[in-house]
């Protein structure tokens, strides 16, 4: 099973810095998918919500406010302003990241549809978690 290395860096420091099967996007133009050995780009990132695929096909989701994305064959880098990884161990942990993200993303955005989008993503990444 073939992988890519994943990093998503903010200002403060890392989020995420692992292996992956498959990066999924909120590009400018819309989602887009990465899979190992993926054509070289850079581009901007839209907010959103990135899913990551791990080894053991696990989902992970991290909420993003804007950023930029390299990807390579190997590699994909993604500098992001600001992230919020859906994850815990209890489900107040999963509601406080919950909150964290739908700060960030109103924080960013203009458009109640863009808000509605990202948070009907993430209240259905964190069911998925429970």
């Known amino acids: 099973m073939e992988t890519l ?31 190992p050995h993926h054509a070289s780009l850079t581009t901007l990132l839209q907010a959103g919500v990135i899913d990551i695929e791990k080894e053991d096909k696990t989902i992970e989701s991290i909420v ?40 960030l993303i109103s924080d960013v955005s203009d458009s109640n549809l863009a808000i509605a989008s990202v948070s009907a993503r993430i209240e259905s990444a964190a069911h998925n978690l429970v």
């Open 64 to 103: 993003v406010n804007w950023g930029v994305v390299q990807v390579d064959e190997e590699k994909v880098v993604v500098l992001v302003d600001g992230a919020v990884a859906i994850r815990g161990t209890s489900e107040s942990d999963i509601a406080k990241a919950l909150d964290e993200a739908k700060t």
């Open 5 to 35: 290395h994943l990093e998503i860096v903010t200002p403060n420091g890392s989020i995420y810095d692992g292996v992956a099967l498959e990066v999924t996007l909120p590009g400018e133009e819309g989602e887009f998918g990465v899979l």
